[in-house]
């Protein structure tokens, strides 16, 4: 069983950046891909980002290109999400998680096994 702890949500004002972390109590995080993803009231659960076990490369979902940065510190255990350009649309929960191993449908939520309690992004002026 892998817990997963997400931080770092908060209030932001339009165009501002925020980090979001997410520590895994699994010893060895590099052999997890570990997603992104985002819910905003009233709709479904959205993909943002993911890093793959094979060789950490890393997907970002279209409403994000150029603007998040999903990486990865294996050594302490951290997922980040370096979120820049902040805009209202982004305010959302916003979720990590897990799967051993490599993930085929890197975007689908139901390929993951493991997920944490989420962290609050507000995006306002």
């Known amino acids: 069983q892998v817990q997963l702890v997400e931080s770092g949500g908060g209030l932001v004002q339009p165009g501002g950046s925020l980090k979001l972390s997410c520590v895994a109590s699994?010893?060895?995080?590099?052999?997890?891909?570990v997603a992104w993803f985002r819910q905003a009231p009233g709709e479904e659960r959205e993909f943002v980002a993911a890093?793959?076990?094979?060789?950490?490369?890393?997907y970002d979902g279209d409403s994000v290109k150029g603007r998040f940065t999903i990486s990865r510190d294996s050594a302490k255990s951290t997922v980040y999400l370096q979120m820049n350009n902040l805009k209202p649309e982004d305010t959302a929960v916003y979720y990590c998680a897990a799967k051993e191993g490599y993930v085929g449908w890197i975007q689908v939520e139901d390929e993951y096994d493991y997920w944490g309690q989420g962290t609050q992004v507000t995006v306002s002026s």
């Open positions: 890093i793959s076990s094979r060789g950490g490369g890393t």
């Open positions: 699994a010893q060895t995080v590099s052999t997890y891909t």
